[in-house]
């Protein structure tokens, strides 16, 4: 069965650089998620849309924006990057609100 | 806000029975999620409750009650790929979203 496809799997950036993470929500999932996990630590909830709106917002800094297209998949935009964003960055995807969360296998950024 | 707790981490020998307890304070309450997390990899859902009782899915087990603010994850079997991180997720819509939060995650470490 398709899952949800997060790209890249890794990411090696510099402080003050700008990284974009993608995420391929599985076929008709109409919800995505993005969550931050540092290490050890619980995913923090960043953005979540449906239907290509934005539906929730968590812990998301300012420096960092997102949206979904309309084939679904999603973008998140980080910009003038800190050590701090060295982190795992899931996406998720549901059927609609309030179903089950499907994730993606991340993005481990690094920012040396 | 929201308040949930798991054991840090639990050790248990292969073939055993464990349980992972979860508590949660919030406002609502719109169901519970367990996820299994190995490290590095993406949350895999292992159970969904909404209503007290216990729900069975081969050797995995998964209870709530609603009224103390508690749930249970019970491993039968234990086999050394259990070795995980076992998360707790709580949905509380008081706040208009469905948005699941996470709990810190218990470290299962499962021994011969």
């Known amino acids: 069965a398709a899952g949800v496809i997060q790209s890249p799997r890794h990411l090696i950036k510099e402080k003050r650089e700008t990284a974009t993470l993608k995420c391929y929500p599985i076929p008709r999932h109409d919800t995505v998620y993005w969550y931050q996990q540092g290490p050890g630590q619980d995913p923090q909830f960043l953005i979540s849309f449906y239907e290509k709106m934005q539906s929730d917002k968590g812990s998301i800094p300012d420096r960092f924006s997102a949206q979904q297209f309309s084939d679904y998949h999603s973008e998140l935009n980080m910009s003038s990057l800190e050590l701090g964003d060295s982190a795992l960055y899931f996406c998720?995807?549901?059927?609609?609100?309030?179903?089950?969360?499907?994730f993606g296998s991340g993005t481990q950024l690094s920012v040396l | 806000g929201q308040n949930i707790d798991q054991p840090t981490e639990m050790t248990a020998t292969e073939g055993a029975i464990v349980q992972i307890n979860c508590t949660y304070q919030t406002s609502g309450f719109n169901g519970l999620f367990w996820y299994q997390q190995h490290a590095g990899e993406a949350p895999t859902f292992l159970s969904y409750n909404v209503l007290d009782g216990l729900e069975e899915k081969g050797r995995f087990s998964s209870f709530l009650s609603r009224s103390k603010g508690y749930s249970y994850l019970l491993l039968k079997e234990l086999q050394m790929k259990d070795s995980a991180s076992y998360l707790c997720?709580?949905?509380?819509?008081?706040?208009?979203?469905?948005?699941?939060?996470f709990g810190r995650g218990t470290s299962l470490i499962v021994h011969p």
């Open positions: 997720a709580v949905r509380d819509p008081s706040g208009g979203s469905y948005i699941p939060t």
């Open positions: 998720a995807s549901s059927l609609s609100m309030g179903e089950k969360l499907f």
